[in-house]
């Protein structure tokens, strides 16, 4: 029988996805009017967690309990429902409508009897005033929300969550985006939400919030709880220590690669987004393999994307082979030899309704243009097919529809494409996100091999064994801004998320 001390109960929780065990028996109790910390590494399990509660995920074993009463909760109504709410990292507010419409999106208040039912403006003006009151919210109901800043749409969501006359609070990375001075508005916010009782769980990677701001700490790491602490025994280096001190059980290939002379090298790059990077500077040698680590809201992604030409750059040099270039669009990194695997590739990779063979040479169709404009279909058949056999791709044939491909398969696909570019730099942006371990080990064994023939790879990854046992040397970012590089024979764990995180050694 679950304890009625506590709000709520996630009883060994489990829940996987082809080829991977996202949650194992997991366990997570928190009391009334407590700020309960959720921490762990980039793919520890704590958003997937998160979203077995609130009904976006089903389970696959465990038991929710709130109040002491079990629950069903299949979907997001019935969550709210069990006055559950939860504030998304990824805000989406309906831009073009007022702030009061947002928070009562679904629910207006009417006035008029029968059919003739109308919205009740006045109502919905004055329930939202007085709910900003009670709150400290300074914000006019009638602004359109397309014209606030994030930190001022992170305030509604709040608001919205708190109308539910909710008893728990889910709020995930909710300062990924905020400044110093509204970070503390949301912390008085939270305080205040505490003191009338209402719980908050926290999902966070910035060990001095969550010192701050939180009662209790669990740690989750691969899927798995690790513990839960009174945040008052705890320091960051603990912390660390906690969400990372695991052995390094997966296998790399053996590489024999040898990096030389630079051939990539920037200087200075700032993004034109006030919020993204900033003054980044480093160097990417011939045969190398170059591992980006860092946390949520660490601009990796960005960084790479500005390089292949995605994003506009406000000021900083690249230079290749010592002379400088300008990369307006992946038509120039193209042309200067630079190839970026994109980080879903579900969504900006493949074609999933065009077969293996046209996503294969689909970046590369001049190379098969004959004199009367059209595509040479020996030639293409010929270097699909080879490639099919040189990255052991496992599929029925080379007209299969890229959708039916696992994603291991996708992926071996996508870096097949990319290669028949023939680059000098590939960027690959977590080529190894979504796929089992067999296939990671195809790819890793793919991109040694890249190395070994003088390819220069940048590669990021959220997994820290695999930043470990792939890189030559690991760049971290925290925040857009270059923390520090590590050479491989330097590299732990340890020190990259001391970096990620900033803290003291």
């Known amino acids: 029988m679950a304890g ?40 520890a399990g704590k958003s997937t967690l998160m979203k077995c509660l609130f009904g976006i995920y089903k389970p696959d074993g465990g038991e929710i309990y709130i109040s002491g009463e079990k629950k069903e909760i299949n979907n997001s109504k019935d969550a709210l429902d069990c006055r559950i709410s939860m504030i998304h990292q990824e805000l989406h507010p309906v831009p073009f409508r007022n702030v009061m419409e947002n928070i009562w999106l679904g629910r207006f208040p009417t006035k008029g009897l029968g059919p003739l039912q109308f919205i009740d403006h006045k109502k919905m003006y004055k329930d939202t005033e007085s709910l900003f009151e009670e709150l400290d919210i300074d914000i006019n109901p009638k602004t359109l929300v397309g014209t606030l800043s994030v930190s001022k749409i992170q305030s509604i969501e709040i608001a919205k969550a708190v109308s539910f006359h909710s008893k728990l609070i889910v709020m995930d990375e909710p300062t990924s985006s905020l400044t110093g001075n509204e970070v503390e508005q949301l912390f008085k916010i939270i305080n205040e939400l505490r003191s009338r009782g209402v719980a908050i769980i ?31 025994e705890l320091t960051t280096d603990i912390i ?50 170059l591992g980006v680590g860092g946390l949520v809201g660490a601009q990796r992604t960005e960084l ?24 307006k669009s992946p038509i120039d990194a193209k042309r200067h030899k630079i190839a970026l695997l994109t980080e879903e590739r579900r969504t900006t990779g493949i074609f999933p309704v065009l077969s293996v063979q046209i996503n294969t040479i689909i970046a590369n169709l001049d190379r098969y243009k004959t004199p009367y404009f059209l595509l040479d279909e020996r030639k293409m058949n010929r270097d699909v097919r080879e490639n099919v056999e040189k990255f052991r791709t496992k599929t029925p044939s080379i007209k299969t529809l890229m959708r039916n491909l696992s994603g291991g398969n996708q992926q071996k696909v996508l870096l097949s494409r990319w290669l028949l570019t023939e680059p000098d730099i590939l960027l690959l942006d977590e080529p190894t996100r979504g796929i089992d ?69």
């Open 4 to 43: 009625d001390q506590y709000l709520l109960e996630l009883n060994s929780i489990s829940k996987e996805f082809p080829g991977v065990k996202a949650l194992d028996d997991v366990t997570l109790k928190v009391r009334p009017g407590t700020v309960h910390a959720l921490m762990g590494e980039n793919g």
């Open 202 to 232: 926290y999902i966070s990677h910035k060990m001095e919030e969550i010192l701050r701001i939180s009662d209790e700490v669990t740690i989750m790491r691969d899927g798995k709880k690790i513990g839960t602490w009174d945040a008052a």
């Open 240 to 289: 660390i220590s906690k969400m990372v001190g695991r052995d390094l059980k997966e296998r790399f290939p053996e590489r024999d690669n040898t990096p030389s002379g630079d051939i990539l090298r920037v200087d200075g790059l700032t993004s034109t987004n006030p919020k993204s990077f900033s003054n980044i500077s480093f160097a990417l040698r011939k045969g190398e393999i």
């Open 304 to 327: 790479i994307e500005a390089i292949f030409g995605l994003r506009a750059l406000s000021s900083g040099k690249i230079f290749i082979h010592d002379k400088e270039v300008s990369i």
């Open 437 to 505: 371990v067999g296939a990671k080990f195809e790819i890793y064994t793919i991109i040694a091999e890249l190395a070994k023939q003088g390819k220069s790879i940048i590669m990021i990854s959220s997994e820290m064994p695999e930043l470990i046992g792939m890189s030559d040397r690991i760049m971290v970012m925290r925040e857009g801004k270059l923390s520090g590089i590590v050479d491989r024979e330097d590299a732990t764990e340890i020190e990259i998320m001391r970096l990620a995180a900033q803290t003291s050694a």
